[in-house]
């Protein structure tokens, strides 16, 4: 049964889409970055100035937020959007992926992901019934499915039965997601690993089934870019061309480009703000290390073109100062620096595939990376 469609592709530019996403919380223009909002707060940066550098949309932690201070607790004080303050469009993650990377103890059969709480050793048992009540409860504006993501490399059994599992529970997640009020989605993922017939497979299946929106899921866990960009040709033609597609947990500025030239609508990944916390800056140069000396003396700022301001203002010589003390200040001001490059670069590929140029503007920034940071 297919579900309502929210999504309004507004341009093509050869196989990039630039286009609008319509949720309960506000438009959702894409290709659109979707900053990572850890456990209910960005790391080190207001909700004011991710809203200020252009972030339409932001990530709640399911599996953070389940554990501490509840899913219950956090409806029960009006939902995430009023408990955290963040007025706009939410996606939560189902929760399954962190647990496989961050909990001890985990076991994953038909019935459920088990595991003990990071937090005080409870055993918690989360299945895509609960995954899928857990994440309306906190009230977010796009859901996903519970899956099973396997890292790679890996045995093809393996990957095979993980995307035969991830099915089921598609299934069982888009049973659950029934009672939903109208306009908040649900997304499936697709599996596979970097097996074609796999992933020709997963994504069919998850089209059968019918989703507002589809993810690419199972990559950005260890594999070389160019595995991960085959895969995305394998699955971007299978999938309805008039729905979103999201890559999740990607990537760098150079994979946001190259994803989104192969048809991918919206990207999520924890960089901007994690890269910042150690001191490293995204700029139109590529990669900067504030924490090497070659920066202690210079009065220069990052980029005195940047439209961000701590961008155009603050100099090299007091970002570095500020990394090597471990003031906060550098991390806090690293991280909306990155924020703010994450979103301008979005809004630059949302203008050029609108105006069918988005080759040359991709042909500019990668110019301007490989030029380097003088
Ligand atoms: C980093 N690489 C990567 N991430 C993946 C993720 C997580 C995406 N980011 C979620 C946020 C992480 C920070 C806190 C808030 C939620 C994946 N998630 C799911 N469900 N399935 C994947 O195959 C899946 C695959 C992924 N690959």
Not at 189 to 202: K, M, T
Request: net charge negative.
């Amino acid at each position: 049964m297919s579900l309502p469609n929210h999504f309004d592709l507004v341009a093509t530019d050869g196989a990039a889409r630039t286009g609008r996403l319509t949720t309960p919380h506000g438009v959702v223009r894409t290709p659109v970055f979707m900053p990572v909002g850890t456990a209910g707060a960005m790391k080190g940066v207001h909700w004011r100035e991710v809203r200020d550098a252009g972030a339409d949309i932001v990530l709640g932690n399911t599996y953070h937020l389940m554990l501490r201070p509840g899913a219950e607790r956090i409806a029960a004080l009006g939902g995430l959007q009023v408990f955290t303050g963040w007025q706009g469009p939410m996606l939560t993650d189902s929760g399954g992926f962190q647990v496989m990377s961050l909990s001890e103890l985990r076991k994953v059969s038909e019935a459920a992901v088990t595991f003990r709480s990071h937090i005080d050793g409870a055993k918690i048992e989360l299945s895509p019934e609960r995954s899928i009540e857990v994440q309306r409860l906190l009230g977010s504006d796009i859901a996903m499915q519970m899956d099973e993501c396997v890292r790679l490399p890996a045995e093809r059994d393996d990957i095979e039965r993980a995307m035969q599992l991830s099915l089921r529970w598609a299934e069982r997640s888009k049973r659950a997601f029934e009672t939903a009020p109208p306009g908040y989605m649900l997304f499936g993922i697709a599996q596979g690993g970097d097996i074609p017939e796999l992933r020709q497979a997963s994504a069919r299946g998850l089209v059968d089934i019918g989703f507002h929106g589809y993810a690419i899921g199972g990559l950005a866990v260890g594999e070389p870019q160019s595995v991960m960009l085959a895969m995305i040709e394998e699955v971007a033609p299978i999938l309805p061309p008039d729905r979103p597609r999201y890559l999740m947990g990607v990537g760098t500025p150079d994979d946001l480009l190259e994803a989104v030239a192969r048809g991918i609508d919206m990207f999520d990944c924890v960089m901007p703000t994690r890269n910042g916390r150690h001191g490293v800056a995204f700029t139109r140069f590529g990669q900067v290390n504030l924490r090497n000396a070659r920066h202690a003396d210079d009065p220069r700022p990052l980029d005195e073109e940047s439209p961000w301001p701590s961008a155009r203002n603050c100099s090299r010589a007091y970002l570095h100062h500020l990394v090597k003390s471990g003031e906060t200040l550098g991390a806090m001001l690293l991280s909306e620096i990155n924020i703010a490059y994450y979103q301008q670069l979005m809004h630059d590929i949302r203008s050029a595939v609108s105006e069918g140029r988005f080759a040359d503007l991709r042909e500019h920034i990668r110019a301007g990376w490989a030029k380097g940071d003088i």
